[in-house]
């Protein structure tokens, strides 16, 4: 029997690039590590360990029961509805934003523009926007709404627009071909057919919005983060281990919800 | 001739749906206190505040934010690097096709859900209160943050692959570690790669802001000025990370889109 030898061909060019491109990456890696100094756990690490761990096994019952403004459940509500509203104004800015970054709606010049701007709105942290909108409308839930709907509009946008750029051209053709106009082209034939992949992608960044929303707190955009970010800093223990504990299940209970949800729409 | 009817569909279950979603959007905006009319009145107080920031800003201040910018990069690349090479080898095993074990990737799979539903700044400021201030406690969040992510991402990947290459090595003969070795690893490589840029994205922007509570990186710097109102300095920090956080992340994505 004749022996088969399929021979690798060697290609040098590939094999220095790849080496480069190890070596940069290692480097990087490297150079990272050396800033990084440790300069050793605290003394008082392990004595801190021990009562996180203890308040996380002994919740804030008194706190997460107290159905006034200072209690837990309020807080949370807030939370949520911050995150509601916040993905509201975001899924609604993003359509002429989406528009604007489609290729196959505005021609691909002007789309590059439209896509830059989404890039540059998804960079800008949403806590720096949350501490611009604290001096326009104070500090509180509004805040934190304004700042989830500008900074969501980022990752909707983009999405939009890819999902536009995807669709089947064929019905915007018939009807501009039958006369059409501008918005009986868009509400007739552009949105109808990329509303459930829209719809679908505004819950995905509720389940976003969810998580961010309790961390807007920190600077005092509403929400379960400023009671939060108070119990760590006092180390009251027990109440930061009944917030985490209690906003840990919500957020997964909204997961579930929602990612069901978009299972059912796409 | 017959008249030929379509009979619409029921549209009763989908008005239901409309009414709730749009009673629980006016519901929230109550709830929070969220009055569009009083936002427009108020938008030239937040103009005002841009334009001290802004117009214009102290560059001036530039020199001394590089040094907390390059440690916010550090502090992202490390905090990356440690998670996405813990996340690896947990993805292997919380993937429900390569052990079958409920016991092993239930369990698993809930404690990879509780990291990523903490957020990094929380898991901060958590670090922060036991570890101290610096740039150890952003990196220890980040790590975590970031092992919660890409170890998801991946074993749901693996959970996909295509399972004739492992069927193929099995009917030779193959034990656990060569099917890992060269039916799993080679379909979901440049998927791992792809992830971990995309949580290096993520990290980077994240580490930008960890500082305010703390833990190193340019958000201490942003955090101080903030405090003492030095309203043009803060604005020269969001245009210089901004900047910085653009680039990487196009730099990022661009090698994202090759990999894959």
Not at chain 1, 212 to 223: N, P
Not at chain 2, 16 to 22: D, H, S
Not at chain 2, 214 to 227: D, M, R, S, V
């Amino acid at each position: 029997m004749e022996n088969i030898i399929v021979k690798k061909e060697i290609n040098y060019l590939h094999i220095t690039l790849r080496t480069f491109y190890y070596i940069v990456v290692f480097g990087l890696i490297f150079w990272g590590f050396k800033g990084i100094e440790y300069k050793g756990i605290m003394q008082s690490a392990s004595g801190s360990i021990n009562a996180l761990i203890k308040g996380f096994l002994n919740p804030d019952m008194a706190y997460a029961t107290n159905n006034t403004i200072d209690g837990l459940p309020f807080a949370i509500l807030e939370t949520i509805a911050i995150a509601i509203s916040g993905t509201f104004v975001s899924a609604i800015i993003s359509i002429p934003f989406a528009l604007l970054a489609s290729q196959n709606i505005v021609g691909s010049k002007v789309s590059k523009i439209g896509k830059l701007i989404v890039t540059m709105i998804r960079t800008f942290p949403e806590l720096i926007l949350a501490l611009i909108f604290i001096s326009v409308v104070g500090p509180g839930a509004p805040a934190g709404i304004l700042a989830l709907g500008i900074h969501s509009i980022g990752m909707l946008a983009k999405l939009f627009s890819e999902s536009i750029e995807s669709m089947d051209l064929g019905v915007k053709e018939a009807l501009e071909s039958c006369g059409g106009n501008y918005f009986e082209v868009l509400f007739r034939a552009v949105l109808p057919q990329v509303s459930p992949e829209l719809m679908s992608y505004t819950l995905y960044r509720f389940e976003i919005n969810m998580r961010a929303a309790s961390t807007l707190g920190l600077v005092g955009a509403g929400g379960i983060g400023a009671p939060l970010i108070f119990a760590i800093r006092t180390r009251s223990w027990s109440r930061a281990g009944v917030i985490i504990i209690v906003l840990v299940i919500t957020v997964t209970i909204i997961d579930q919800i929602s990612s069901r949800i978009r299972k059912r729409i796409v | 001739m017959d008249k030929i009817s379509v009979s619409k569909p029921k549209k009763f279950k989908r008005n239901l749906i409309i009414l709730t979603v749009l009673f629980l959007i006016v519901a929230s905006a109550w709830f929070a206190g969220f009055n569009v009319i009083e936002v427009m009145i108020n938008l030239n107080k937040g103009s005002r505040l841009l334009g001290r920031m802004f117009f214009p800003p102290d560059l001036s201040y530039l020199p001394n934010i590089v040094d907390p910018m390059v440690e916010t990069v550090r502090m992202a690349i490390v905090g990356t690097f440690i998670g996405a090479t813990l996340a690896l080898p947990v993805a292997v095993l919380a993937a429900n096709n390569f052990i079958k074990s409920k016991f092993l990737h239930g369990p698993l799979r809930i404690i990879l859900n509780i990291f990523r539903t903490i957020p990094a700044l929380v898991l901060a400021s958590l670090f922060v209160a036991v570890f101290g201030t610096g740039p150890f406690s952003g990196v220890v969040a980040l790590s975590i943050f970031t092992f919660g992510l890409v170890s998801k991402l991946t074993y749901e990947t693996i959970e996909a692959i295509d399972y004739g290459q492992v069927e193929a090595l099995m009917s030779l003969g193959a034990n656990k570690m060569n099917i890992l070795r060269y039916a799993i690893m080679p379909q979901i490589l440049p998927q791992y790669m792809s992830y971990t840029l995309y949580g290096f994205e993520v990290n980077i922007r994240a580490a930008a802001v960890l500082g305010y509570v703390g833990a190193g990186g340019i958000g201490q710097t942003f955090e101080f000025n903030l405090a003492w109102r030095n309203f043009d300095r803060v604005g020269t920090i969001i245009i210089f990370s901004f900047f910085i956080v653009l680039i990487i992340d196009l730099i990022s994505s661009s090698i994202r889109k090759r990999l894959v």
